[in-house]
């Protein structure tokens, strides 16, 4: 190290030094976690030299969010990731503040494009301002651009913000030019999502709103992304200060609009609209193209209003959700685990039409590193209450009922053995389709994640059951058939 280091050389020798201290015991196997330190939004995912690369907000001194850096990591199979040094510290006067949320995209000249949050801290009568930084480099090191921020709160039209300004996504578009979406809070349509474009990533122009809550979605619209799919335009913003309505809970939320697009006349359409997840903890979630045409998105595993007070069980704090494979069908946001997670199945057992009513175990499924899929056949059946029990042992459990009569599922944490006031349960719609209802959770140590009827719904939490809690038991109110595919992983 230098004698005298910059910021980045500081944080990239202090992560050195702790990965010599640290071993891969008690992190989970197919999440990513941050070497050290806190983690929260992902940034930057991307496909780049032949490896999926993800960047993510960090604070590498704490287990407690503070000044924003830039952690990085690269993947060749989504599930194995590599620690890569430090991307970004705040360092210069654009991003004194901190380096907030932003994208990555690959340039024609062979370079990767960061854009990011730059935040200016508060001064002698100024409130603190975020605007939107670049910078470019090889996949390992970045050079801020000297004229940073190059998108300002004077590029865009009276009433948008200069403090809620922030999170930029850009995309190549298929004429060349760069594309940007950026979250704001317009003064009476409250949050909103702005579009920009550039030849170079440099010079900006605005382009217009494409959509905006208007009291509908939260106050404050956080980490959009706008992409086609399967012939519709999908726009992910996450809520701030959403009240519960239809699917949603109130708080932070995550929310996924299906629509048509009009580039010309910049005139986004809507069609649908729907919670990404309807789980405890998922936040912020951002999208790549794999080379194979998949779309495949990621976000954060946690709570901003439950995390500050959660326990620090590890060096580090905080994990991302499982990649997962995205698709609209039926008007529906639809999401699985990419396919990949599929070269860690072991030993698998599958039951296969088999009837069950009293609690019961089935033998060779259970564990805490599980691809866990059940099929319920209720048509013949009197059943109207399921129960499935995971992470169990003689004190604690996680719980999935499915209210079949009503259609709904419900998920509960409660005796899972948090003694925290906060909220472990959630009621998601769960119909019998075809004479079925499908459940496939993924867990992966401290973690679940259920998709429902092939990923119609997706609930994601965290749980705090103790890890030798490892049983798995099926219930019902009435015999009912049902089949059983465990993959254990490892």
Not at 16 to 26: D, F, V, Y
Request: glycine letters at 8%; proline letters at 6%; hydrophobic letters at 40%.
């Amino acid at each position: 190290m230098s004698i005298n280091p910059s910021a980045l050389e500081r944080v990239r020798a202090f992560e050195r030094e702790q990965a010599m201290k640290l071993s891969a015991e008690g992190r989970p196997l197919f999440h990513l976690t941050p070497l050290v330190g806190w983690m929260n939004d992902p940034n930057g995912f991307c496909f780049y030299k032949g490896q999926f690369h993800l960047f993510y907000q960090y604070h590498p001194f704490s287990r407690q969010w503070g000044p924003m850096h830039w952690g990085h990591a690269v993947s060749g199979d989504l599930l194995h990731w590599t620690y890569m040094p430090c991307a970004l510290a705040p360092d210069t006067a654009a991003d004194a503040g901190g380096c907030f949320s932003g994208s990555a995209v690959p340039l024609p000249d062979g370079r990767l494009l960061l854009a990011y949050t730059g935040v200016q801290p508060a001064g002698t009568f100024r409130r603190e301002t975020q605007a939107q930084c670049v910078a470019v480099g090889d996949g390992t090191d970045f050079e801020k651009s000297l004229l940073n921020p190059v998108i300002r709160h004077a590029h865009m039209p009276v009433g948008y913000s200069e403090f809620d300004f922030r999170d930029p996504k850009a995309w190549m578009g298929p004429d060349g030019r760069l594309r940007m979406v950026v979250a704001n809070r317009h003064e009476k349509r409250q949050g909103t999502v702005l579009l920009f474009s550039s030849a170079e990533g440099l010079n900006w122009e605005f382009m217009g709103e494409i959509d905006a809550s208007c009291e509908e979605y939260g106050r404050m619209w956080e980490c959009p992304d706008f992409f086609a799919l399967d012939g519709k335009q999908v726009l992910l913003v996450s809520p701030q200060e959403m009240h519960a309505r239809e699917e949603f809970h109130a708080g932070y939320g995550t929310v996924a609009i299906v629509g048509r697009w009009d580039e010309k006349d910049c005139r986004f359409e809507r069609e649908t609209v729907q919670p990404v997840d309807h789980g405890l903890t998922f936040y912020a979630p951002q999208t790549t193209l794999a080379p194979d045409g998949r779309r495949i998105m990621i976000g954060w595993m946690d709570n901003w209003e439950t995390c500050k007070e959660a326990p620090r069980r590890h060096p580090w704090y905080a994990q991302m959700s499982v990649p997962r494979e995205l698709a609209v069908e039926k008007g529906r946001l639809v999401q699985r685990p990419v396919r990949e997670i599929q070269s860690l199945w072991r030993d698998t057992v599958i039951h296969d039409r088999v009837t069950v009513r009293e609690e019961t175990a089935l033998e060779g499924v259970k564990g805490r590193l599980l691809d866990l899929s059940v099929t319920l056949y209720p048509a013949d059946s009197a059943c109207r209450r399921f129960t499935l029990r995971v992470a169990k042992d003689s004190a604690h459990y996680v719980l999935v009922r499915c209210d079949l009569a009503r259609g709904e599922l419900v998920f509960d944490r409660s005796h899972g053995g948090s003694h925290r006031d906060i909220a472990h349960t959630r009621h998601v719609p769960a119909e019998v389709r075809d004479g079925r209802l499908t459940l496939r959770l993924l867990m992966d140590r401290e973690s679940v994640e259920l998709f429902i009827n092939g990923g119609e719904r997706v609930v994601t939490s965290l749980i705090p059951t103790p890890i030798a809690a490892d049983g798995v038991t099926f219930e019902a109110d009435a015999p009912v058939c049902l089949s059983v595919e465990a993959h254990h992983l490892g």
